[in-house]
Nanobody
Framework: QVQLVESGGGLVQAGGSLSLSCAAS????????MGWFRQAPGKQREFVAI???????NYVDSVKGRFTISRDNAKNTVYLQMNSLKPEDTALYYC???????????????WGKGTLVTVSS
């Protein structure tokens, strides 16, 4: 099977930085887009950033200029560098990836279990 495991969350003061990582493992044939979503307490999960297999990126407006998504295809890993963090960035951050595994001819969307980011004011 396929697993996504996030790491790097924690507590940081407003204006600080954190770096998240998400490693995909298992019976992977190929990975298409990889991305990050977040869910704040009492709110719906929202899109944060995405990066294609070719390196094209897109961000939600609220993080543009502060967050940077990148990936290491050799390591099946996606990163999210978060700078100038604000209290409203506090959320559970989830990794998502569109992966084709050896067990299916179709690409499926996989999710990690999330890593908590808390930004204090």
């Amino acid at each position: 099977q396929v697993q996504l495991v996030e790491s790097g969350g924690g507590l940081v003061q407003a204006g600080g930085s954190l770096s998240l990582s998400c490693a995909a493992s298992g019976s992977i044939v190929s990975i298409n887009a990889m991305g990050w979503f977040r869910q704040a307490p009492g709110k719906q999960r929202e899109f944060v950033a995405i990066i294609t297999s070719g390196g094209s990126t897109n961000y939600v407006d609220s993080v543009k200029g502060r967050f940077t998504i990148s990936r290491d295809n050799a390591k099946n890993t996606v990163y999210l560098q978060m700078n100038s963090l604000k209290p409203e960035d506090t959320a559970l951050y989830y990794c998502n990836a569109d992966i084709r595994s050896y067990f299916s001819e179709f690409v499926k969307s996989y999710w990690g279990k999330g890593t908590l980011v808390t930004v204090s004011s």
